[in-house]
């Protein structure tokens, strides 16, 4: 555990106190606003509107996320970050919409567009699993598997789903801390959004047409960022450059068929820095993202039935003096799944995915190194959900995962929930399994400095257990996680180590809304050890954070965020020593208008201008001054 001073106690106080007054000034000053499920049945969906029916704009409902029925959302709740905050708080790219939801930590490498990882609840980056639509979209070309959440910008998202905790049962390998899920569809409401803050830009839009019946929508926009040297120290502003467009076209061929396509793709070039000033010039990354999904739905009053063919390739090019590093991914999936309500209180799945990864990688320059691979695995699932007695939720989630390389592996999810165990107090328990296959680079890779990949690697393997409390707007998580036969570096390859990684904490949230006041607030305490037992670097222990909106008029209205990180370990960017990394206290304040069809937002992020690096050696933007203008037609 990093050492703690009494000056950080005396903070961690004063900022509880603060939260804690908030939280007993909404209570004290108005009536509690307290939000039911409809129990129309097992599987319907939970639908909201996603911002009032003013000004003669219609409600846009959204929906439980794709693979969820109200037992499974009421037991495992997942966190939907929609459109309208993505646009409310001037988010442009998919790291800053994670850094809102709690026991998610996120270390970007300096300004926008530099690799960005993300630690769901304690668990390493290459842990969380990253779908469109559903399907897993992680590069298979990358050294371990993972995702570069800094590349992906909201411009064409409608909404991100977050899955924290095992997610082997629901989507495969991979999903041991989580998963994260990119939503693309059509937005009815057209549109054109302008914003701008110190040494960024962007535009976007979307609009949506129906003919003959054909529903077409097409969102899309432009970011460019060129704020600060990612290195600390540096003099070279580093920035960014932001390309996405998708295409989502729906016709329904009966009143139960419904064919649809979409297309989603996303370019983003960045100026990159070595690790010395003496290489903060020339690096440059060309990162592409194509990915494609069709498929036809056929639903009854009782059933939903799909089947979705995907494809996905990365082409991502790292140029630097003498130095062209070419990484490219293909990846095919099939995936079908047949959903049954057969009562009010049980409901069932049935589910068939197969996948195909393909990646190679060349390096042209002062050294050689390759990887020519693939591999291939089909997955069966199924689920069964169950309420006895009108106030316990019961759900079963199995799934077999067969792979041309580490053969077979199973991950299970059981899940109860007792509501009103006390008045308004509801329990959930859950226990979970899940594993992450080794990615084709520690399995396929080789360079001239002796490294050789390792086909003989198994799988991790993970268990999960958690339980959960919800008492009026305050909710309460606690969690373990254990990886067994964790995937390590052993020169000259990558080995599957004994003992286990364990990750465990709480986690700790409280909502509140009214008619003017939207209030939420979360806190964390989590403890991430190695196989040796020492903390694992970058996740800090203690973390809190609050949001924070009021409608002051009609039309006008106050936005605050705040997050606190506390101190964590971390590897010093030149002498590659273990150092503790300090506090940090980051405040954003907003305020919007609605005027004459349009929305203007004015934004000043980093308030208290923090100076602070994460990791070290990489420095985050200061103080920023943003405008968005949203106008609506």
Same mark, same amino acid.
């Given at each position: ?401 067969? =792979?041309?390389?580490?053969? !077979?592996?199973? #991950?299970? $999810? ?8 006390? &008045? @308004? /107090? ?93 209030? =939420?607030?979360?806190?964390? !305490?989590?403890? #991430?050890? $190695? ?8 996740? &800090? @222990? /203690? ?91």
């Amino acid at each position: 555990m990093p050492p703690r001073n009494v000056k950080s106690k005396e903070t961690h106080m004063r900022i509880l106190t603060f939260l804690m007054f908030l939280v007993w000034t909404f209570t004290a000053h108005a009536e509690v606003e307290k939000i039911k499920v409809q129990k129309r049945g097992v599987a319907d969906d939970i639908i909201k509107c996603e911002w009032k029916n003013t000004e003669g704009v219609p409600c846009i409902t959204i929906k439980v996320p794709v693979n969820g029925n109200i037992v499974q959302q009421r037991i495992s709740p997942t966190t939907v970050v929609d459109k309208q905050q993505i646009e409310k708080y001037n988010i442009n790219d998919v790291k800053s919409a994670l850094e809102f939801v709690n026991n998610v930590a996120v270390v970007q490498s300096g300004p926008t567009g530099q690799q960005t990882s993300v630690f769901m609840r304690g668990t390493n980056s290459n842990h969380t699993l990253v779908l469109l639509n559903g399907i897993a979209i992680n590069d298979q070309s990358t050294p371990n598997g993972l995702f570069d959440f800094g590349q992906d910008f909201t411009t064409s998202l409608q909404r991100i789903e977050v899955y924290k905790g095992s997610a082997g049962a629901h989507w495969g390998a991979d999903a041991i801390g989580g998963a994260v899920n990119l939503v693309t569809d059509i937005n009815w409401q057209d549109k054109v959004v302008l914003g701008g803050a110190n040494g960024e830009k962007s535009i976007s839009g979307n609009i949506a047409k129906e003919i003959d019946g054909w529903q077409i929508g097409l969102t899309g926009g432009i970011s460019e960022s060129k704020t600060q040297s990612a290195l600390k120290g540096g003099t070279d502003k580093d920035g960014a450059e932001n390309k996405s467009i998708a295409l989502v076209v729906k016709k329904w061929i009966t009143d139960k068929l419904q064919f649809r396509t979409n297309f989603f793709t996303r370019n983003t070039y960045a100026d990159l820095d070595g690790h010395s000033l003496a290489l903060q010039n020339g690096y440059d990354s060309d990162n592409t993202l194509y990915a494609m999904q069709t498929g036809v739905d056929y639903n009854t009053k009782n059933t939903k039935n799909y089947i979705t063919l995907h494809s996905h390739s990365y082409d991502r090019d790292y140029i630097s003096p003498g130095e062209l590093d070419t990484y490219d991914s293909d990846s095919y999936t099939l995936r079908s799944e047949h959903k049954r309500i057969v009562s009010n209180k049980f409901s069932y799945g049935l589910g068939f995915e197969h996948k195909i990864d393909e990646a190679t990688f060349s390096n042209e320059g002062s050294y050689s190194s390759n990887l020519d691979g693939d591999y291939n695995s089909t997955g069966l699932f199924g689920n069964i959900s169950y309420i006895f007695r009108d106030d316990i939720y019961t759900t079963v989630h199995y799934r077999n995962d067969n =792979n041309s390389i580490t053969k !077979s592996n199973d #991950s299970y $999810k059981i899940g109860i929930m007792k509501t009103d165990l006390l &008045p @308004e /107090l509801d329990v959930r328990l859950s226990h979970n399994t899940g594993f992450k296959n080794p990615s084709l680079y520690e399995l396929y890779g080789t360079d001239n400095y002796g490294y050789k990949g390792n086909v003989n690697l198994d799988a991790e393997i993970s268990e999960t257990n958690e339980i959960g409390f919800d008492f009026r707007n305050w909710s309460v998580n606690i969690f373990e996680t254990n990886i067994m036969d964790p995937i390590t570096y052993s020169y000259p390859t990558y080995v599957n180590g004994t003992g286990t990684l364990k990750q465990s904490g709480w986690e700790l949230a409280y909502a509140y809304s009214d008619e003017k006041n939207i209030f =939420n607030w979360s806190g964390t !305490s989590l403890s #991430s050890k $190695k196989v040796d037992g020492n903390d694992q670097l970058r996740r &800090p @222990e /203690l973390s809190t954070g609050f949001n924070y909106e009021r409608m002051l008029e009609q039309g006008l209205s106050l936005i605050v965020n705040y997050k606190f990180t506390g101190e964590h370990f971390d590897v010093h960017n030149s002498n590659y020593s273990t150092i503790t990394m300090p506090e940090t206290h980051i405040m954003d304040v907003g305020i919007t208008k609605y005027y004459q069809g349009m929305d203007i937002g004015l934004r000043i992020s980093n308030l208290f201008d923090e100076d602070y690096q994460r990791p070290h050696g990489f420095s985050q933007d200061g103080i920023k001054l943003g405008l968005i203008i949203k106008s609506r037609f």
